[in-house]
């Protein structure tokens, strides 16, 4: 049961640290002020911002739902990751945490609107919020990247091909709900909030870098002592 929590705790934690990230909360920030800001009133931008939200979390959820699960249904995939993944996962988490703190740097491109998707935003209208937070949620960024495969291995390790990453999409939509509620009502501080979660985030970032960093390491020692 202890076990089920903390891997519950983790998904949700590491999709509340992936919609932080700078890359993700700067996109996320600057997608619901453009289509919010398209119509007038409070009610469209909170619109706009669950609709967002929505389309961040479906991707998040539908991907690695589909990783999990064809690797946890393949037959050979599966045997292999029943005997072989305690071998993968610490070497792997020392990965991820080597690009949380930024040892490890990737190019993976920005999130940038082509004008095609621009175009195709601007025909949908409110629903093309929807759209945008597909695309956004996909475009990684190397932190986000890194967080969102930390949740897919250990989604195999507790062998859940929905909960994990449901609870992943939840963790990403709480921020983002959140600063689509400043910015509906206009909030001044949103500046001051942004800059405060900005410093939050430097350290969770690094604080779950090092704790996966100390996992991964020890995962590592102990295998090769126990090999």
């Not at 119509?39 to 479906?58: D, H, K, N, S």
């Not at 045997?79 to 991820?96: A, D």
């Not at 960024?141 to 890194?146: E, I, R």
Request: a positive charge.
């Amino acid at each position: 049961m202890t076990e089920i929590a903390v891997a519950a705790f983790s998904a949700l934690w590491l999709g509340v640290l992936t919609s932080i990230s700078p890359c993700p909360l700067a996109t996320n920030i600057a997608a619901i002020s453009y289509i919010g800001g398209r119509g007038e009133g409070t009610r469209r931008v909170l619109i706009a911002g669950v609709l967002y939200t929505l389309g961040r979390m479906v991707a998040y959820l539908g991907l690695a739902f589909v990783l999990v699960n064809t690797m946890l249904s393949v037959p050979q995939a599966s045997m292999f990751l029943q005997k072989y993944m305690h071998m993968f996962l610490g070497p792997l988490l020392i990965i991820v945490a080597m690009l949380l703190l930024g040892v490890i740097q990737i190019d993976l491109g920005g999130g940038d609107v082509s004008e095609r998707l621009n175009d195709r935003v601007d025909s949908l209208g409110i629903w093309g919020s929807l759209l945008l937070g597909i695309v956004f949620a996909l475009a990684f960024c190397p932190t986000s990247a890194a967080l969102f495969f930390g949740n897919v291995m250990a989604s195999l390790g507790a062998g859940s091909t929905f909960a994990m990453p449901l609870l992943y999409g939840i963790g990403t939509a709480v921020p983002v709900i959140v600063f689509a509620l400043l910015i509906a009502v206009g909030s001044k501080k949103l500046g001051t909030a942004f800059n405060a979660v900005g410093k939050i985030e430097w350290w969770a970032r690094n604080a779950t870098g090092a704790v996966m960093l100390v996992i991964g390491v020890y995962m590592s020692v102990r295998y090769v002592f126990m090999a």
